[in-house]
């Protein structure tokens, strides 16, 4: 069965075509095949057929319409009545939106990798799939619900096929194309900055700067803003002589730029709020440094959301995007001075060979300052431990941005520019666990997959380790996995595999804690998942209520605690995340190998971030 909805919506079985009548038929069709799988309301039915004013039958008539669905489309395709409204199955059929949707990732990942004769044919293959303008035998209210996001994805798709063209030399193939693109979307900057690559790179000079002067006249006089960073950047380079194939012009045509970003989560789901803040941060013109901060307890998906915040923001990057991991695998802090010669080396500064150990440190810190000064670049610095660890790699110029992922708060980033990350709701953990998994293997047991969300308390890590082992057994029942999950004592040890682990990610913050916190943990483990005050925890650590608070505040600088809110009295509340309960509880505190080697974090966080300064 093959479904189309990127032109007419069409069916079709066996290569012949499927008579749906009428654009009622049709909008319905489309709106299930939209929903990707998920259930589809009969309010949100009723408003794409009708608008705001449904008549008074429209349960009666959007059941007429199922029915009719269901008798044109055969057994091959089930659409299930389910509170509140209808789903759509259809396994093993082909729906051109889901296969351009896929493409296009891939494409994108390509381009990422800078792999440009790969991402152009699969970005070509993905446009392929488009017939004409998408959903065009609908109604106007589906249209105007779902075309525009149809119609950005479209265009974002040909943008990235025209830069993998670039990027191949292929500037006199597209310089055409590219003309009757920009006279139809005159305020799309990045198209016409395209635009004058091809045509700088084709010998016309003066008409790619006329390109762009007639750009700005046309932001300013229909949207009163000025050229943003990649049309301008793409102007100094035309003035400057430096966008030939070899030179150094837009971020992604250079060969001397840094690109150090690792491969984005492919599982990446929900953090839409949190990823729009930082994108919206990262992308504001100013001569301001800007420092970021991603914050929350292990495995919660800091590095996940500042890799993808970070990708989607390159453009207004052009002198190239560094990352640096800041610990070890095991949580223990990297020499300064290590990092710094990674940095050094990718931003092109020659004779670092050998061991990082050999040189000054102080040396090391001028040089940075000094390749950095007056570049536009992003810097992610990953599973930061302090201020002063920190401090060293900030660039020197101002253009710049820094975005940080961190177990603790730190001081140098304000409250405004930090996020916190919380578990994932059940909604999102679910749709993380069907990426992995497969959507079909847990809708075939609904309960089996709510228990496995609720064993994994919304962790992304957890999440990631049960998608993977699922998926690596795919002839397992999800029952069966959540039977294995289903005991405490044994949790821990089944949510683990291969490099992800959950145990091992939150090690490195039990090492962090000052002295005595590891006892205090394991003796709040039996305080549960509820929000607690010091008060209640003074009495279970025998201690003052002063000393118990010193103790959570601890806790919560290293992640292992959350604040959950204020009591009556405007004290606050403390909230112990399930899983680090399940890892407290299973503490030896007479052990020392329960917490790993001793490192200079033990003795206090000030201490760690003093040990880390001097490398």
Sequence with gaps: MDFRILGPVEARRDGDWI????????????????????????SRLGALLWGWDPPVTASAQIYTYMSRLRKLLGDEVEIVRRQPGYVLRAPGARI????????????????????????????TEALGWWRGPALSNVTEFLLEAELPQLEEARMLALENRIEADLALGMHEQVTAELTGL????????????????????????????????????????QLGVDPGEVLGATYQAVLGGELGLRGAGAARGRSDVPTMLPAAECGFVGRSAELALLTSRLAAGTNRPRRLLVTGMAGVGKTALAVRAAEESTGHFPDGQLFAELCDQDGTPKDAGEVLVRLLRALGEPGLDGNSRAFDRDELVRLYRARTSGKRLL????????????????PASPQAAVLITSRAR???????????????????????????????????????????????????????????????RPSWPARRFADRLAD?????????????????????????MAAGAPQALRALSGAGTEPFSARDASVRLAVSEDEAERVLESL?????????????QGLPLYRCHELVLLYAASLDPADPAAFGPVSPARRSPAAHDSATAVG
């Design 379 to 394: 810097v992610v610095l990953d599973d930061a431990v302090g201020d002063l660890q920190v401090a060293p790699l900030l």
């Design 556 to 568: 919560v600088d290293t992640a292992l605690l959350d604040l959950s809110g204020l009591d009556p």
């Design 488 to 512: 405490p004592a044994e949790r821990l040890a089944e949510l683990s595999f291969g490099d992800l682990d959950v145990r091992a990610a939150l090690l490195p913050s039990v090492r962090r």
């Design 96 to 123: 051109d939106v889901v296969e351009f949707e896929r493409l296009d990732r891939l494409g994108r990942e390509a381009l990422r990798e800078r792999r440009h004769a790969d991402a152009q044919a699969l970005l």
């Design 410 to 472: 730190l001081a140098r980033v304000a409250g405004a520019d930090t996020v916190a990350l919380a578990p994932l709701d059940d909604d999102e953990s679910l749709a993380m666990l069907a990426a992995a998994a497969g959507e079909e293997r847990l809708r075939d047991d609904p309960d089996s997959a709510d228990d496995l969300v609720a064993y994994c308390g919304g962790l992304p890590l957890a999440l990631a380790v049960v998608g993977a082992r699922l998926a690596a």
């Design 182 to 221: 920009v006279a139809e979307h005159p305020v799309r900057e990045r198209l016409r900055a395209q635009l004058m690559t091809a045509l700088y790179r084709c010998g016309r000079q003066a008409d790619a700067l006329q390109t762009y002067y007639e750009g700005r006249k046309v932001l300013v006089d």
């Design 19 to 42: 008579a749906l009548s009428g654009s009622k038929v049709h909008t319905v069709l489309a709106a299930m095949l939209l929903a990707h799988g998920r259930v589809v309301s009969d």
